[in-house]
């Protein structure tokens, strides 16, 4: 089943799991009409997970499932898992609720390795796949990539691979969720092949470059679960002002000691 995310750029709420945010934005279509949600499987249950750490949790899977039965505005609802537990678990909750009656479900693993991410990933993608058409045949798969931070991301050289672009390509039926930051670096050819007649969901901090990616023609028919600017972005235009002041202080303590050097040479003289 494909969801055409591509015939629409939906506004996304990322990685809510707090309970008063979720039923604000359940409680309408005018702010969100899709929304992100990690799960993770911790103390004893599936549960809406932060991003970072599990401090701000306060809503089990269970919970969310059951505001969502009693919803009947249409959203998108990406759940993007995070562990086994939380895949074998949760996607045996999501399959016996009737959220699919009125919304449509996405279901994401990281399940390839991606620029500089770990080769372990969650879920073989396939396995995944097969796993989520077996039980929620409704849903949407999702596979996006393991992905971390590297120092060819300081050069504005930390791009996807031809490799994991067929690795993508290869999968039929399934979104490609991709980094936006990684994205906006890879080369064309790659891209190319990337959103060659597929789903795409791009996700992930934004700034000048990759607005302007977005901006281009052919990024038109992206959906983009996208936020502002945040360490990952700030780091890498960092190098934008660091790399051009060393170059000139190269440059300048070069030609000063070029221009002592002949200073001497004429007193020698």
Same mark, same amino acid.
């Given at each position: 089943?494909?969801l055409?995310? =591509? ?21 309408? /279509? ?6 992100? !949600? ?7 249950s599936v549960?809406l997970a ?6 701000g949790?306060?809503t ?6 059951g505001?969502l039965?009693?919803n ?12 086994? +537990? ?7 909750l ?19 390795q991606?620029p ?7 879920? =073989?993608?396939? =396995? ?8 929620i ?8 990539m ?6 060819s ?23 490609s969720?991709l +980094? ?6 890879t ?13 795409v969901l791009?996700w ?6 990759e607005?302007?990616?977005?901006s ?6 992206i959906? /983009? @679960? !996208?936020?502002?600017p945040?360490?990952?972005?700030f ?7 660091i ?10 303590f070069?030609? =000063?000691? @070029?221009?002592? @050097? ?8």
């Open positions: 089943m494909s055409a995310l =591509c015939s629409k750029q939906h506004r996304w709420l990322h990685g809510a799991n707090n309970a008063a945010i979720l039923q604000e934005a359940l409680a309408s /279509r005018d702010v969100y009409d899709a929304i992100e !949600i990690d799960l993770s499987y911790v103390r004893g549960h932060h991003h970072q750490d599990d401090s949790i306060d089990t899977l269970s919970r969310f499932l505001m039965e009693q009947t505005n249409a959203f998108i609802i990406k759940f993007d898992f995070k562990d086994i +537990r939380s895949v074998t678990e949760g996607i045996a999501i399959a016996s609720s009737s959220i699919a009656q009125y919304h449509r479900i996405i279901c994401n693993v990281d399940g390839l991606g500089a991410g770990s080769s372990e990933v969650l879920m =073989c993608a396939r =396995c995944f796949e097969a796993l989520v058409n077996e039980k045949p409704s849903s949407q798969v999702s596979i996006g393991t992905t971390a931070w590297h120092v991301t300081l050069f504005f050289s930390h791009g996807y691979s031809m490799h994991q672009a067929r690795a993508l390509a290869g999968m039929s039926n399934v979104t969720a +980094r936006m930051t990684i994205l906006a670096q080369h064309p050819h790659v891209v190319s092949v990337l959103l060659d007649n597929r789903n791009v992930g901090e934004v700034g000048f470059f607005n302007e990616w977005l281009s023609e052919k990024t038109q028919c959906d /983009r @679960d !996208i936020w502002g945040g360490w990952w972005v780091a890498q235009y960092a190098w934008l002002v790399i051009p002041s060393m170059c000139c202080m190269f440059i300048y070069y030609w =000063c000691r @070029d221009k002592k @050097d002949n200073t001497y040479q004429k007193i020698y003289i």
